[in-house]
């Protein structure tokens, strides 16, 4: 089942050789865990699109067991300047 999902990626943690479980923060359901398969590849088009603070539309690949995959995700910002200065993150 496909689901579309808009959010902001908060966090990533590596997942076998070349994937990670990413996790999104949403407005309406919180925060959802997600796989984004082969990711660390350097062709993949997903490369990019999973790092934190990384704002867009995430469709999801729903299974009955498991933590959704990410299959596509149409970027909205990448908020370069607050990545440049982490202390304006307030972590």
Known sequence: MQKKIEGIVISTVDYKESSK???IFTATEGIIGTVAKGCKNIKSPL???TTTLS?????????S???????????????????????QLNL
Not at 68 to 74: L, N, R
């Open 55 to 63: 704002y867009g539309i995430f469709y999801l690949n729903e299974k």
């Open 65 to 87: 067991k498991g933590l959704p995959v990410i299959t596509e995700v149409d970027i909205i910002s990448y908020f370069k300047e607050t990545r440049k200065d982490f202390f």
């Open 21 to 23: 479980i990413v996790n």
């Open 47 to 49: 490369r990019t699109t």
